[in-house]
């Protein structure tokens, strides 16, 4: 079963504290996504990736960078974690040839105290 | 700008009813959409897509009807089970590129037993 894996489910950090999220995903997929999910606000793009070492800001990038040295594995970092960046943040990759969305990982709820 | 706009941010359908959930756009490049349904703590899962060639796609209990010249489509579930409640987020894209999605907001469906 193909897979998008994102290494924590929950995470509660301190507020100047910087924060690594990680995703890795076993479809040999191009493509690399880093969305974050609050009420009333929906999926909002934060970065997105198409190929190893290739980055692009998607609508809400301030506050954060992202890394990526392998196909298959895709960072989302937290320069200096502030409250507002609590929220559950979602990973999803997806292959352009294919045309058929992204599949997502299961998501990590971060909590910025 | 929100491109992609679902207007209700919740729905209850008795079960056994029809559940209909509407997404609007406003680009008129965008020519694939799809819908994803998310539980609680859980990433958004593929349920439907519809390329702009077709007005209607259909798989089991779900269709999407898409309206080009209103830049509308609604995902129709029928029968409702209680299984389906879920929050309800539809998509749009350019088939072409990256395949970058822009999500709506969502809608909470909630089926009553």
């Known amino acids: 079963d193909v897979k998008v894996t994102q290494s924590s489910r929950y995470l509660v950090k301190r507020t100047g504290e910087k924060v690594f999220l990680e995703c890795v995903q076993d479809?040999?997929?191009?493509?690399m996504f880093w969305y974050r999910q609050d009420p009333g606000l929906g999926l909002r793009l934060i970065y997105f990736s198409y190929d190893v070492k290739m980055k692009e800001k998607g609508d809400i990038p301030e506050g954060y960078s992202v890394s990526r040295e392998k196909k298959e594995r895709f960072s989302l970092i937290l320069e200096s974690a502030s409250t507002n960046q609590t929220s559950m943040y979602l990973c999803?990759?997806?292959?352009?040839?294919?045309?058929?969305?992204?599949?997502f990982g299961s998501g990590t709820r971060l909590t910025v105290v | 700008d929100q491109q992609v706009k679902q207007n209700s941010p919740s729905l209850s359908v008795q079960e056994g009813r029809i559940s209909i959930l509407n997404c609007d756009y406003t680009?008129?490049?965008?020519?694939?959409f799809l819908w994803y349904k998310k539980y609680p703590a859980e990433g958004p899962t593929f349920l439907i897509s519809i390329s702009s060639i077709k007005d209607k796609n259909e798989d089991g209990r779900f269709t999407v009807f898409l309206n080009k010249s209103a830049k509308h489509l609604s995902l129709h579930i029928v029968p409702s089970q209680p299984g389906d409640s879920a929050v309800y987020f539809c998509a749009a894209s350019r088939a072409s590129g990256t395949y970058k999605y822009i999500f709506g907001t969502g809608t909470r469906l909630k089926v009553l037993a």
């Open positions: 999803a990759s997806s292959d352009p040839r294919g045309g058929y969305g992204y599949t």
């Open positions: 479809m040999d997929h191009e493509n």
């Open positions: 680009n008129s490049m965008f020519d694939y």
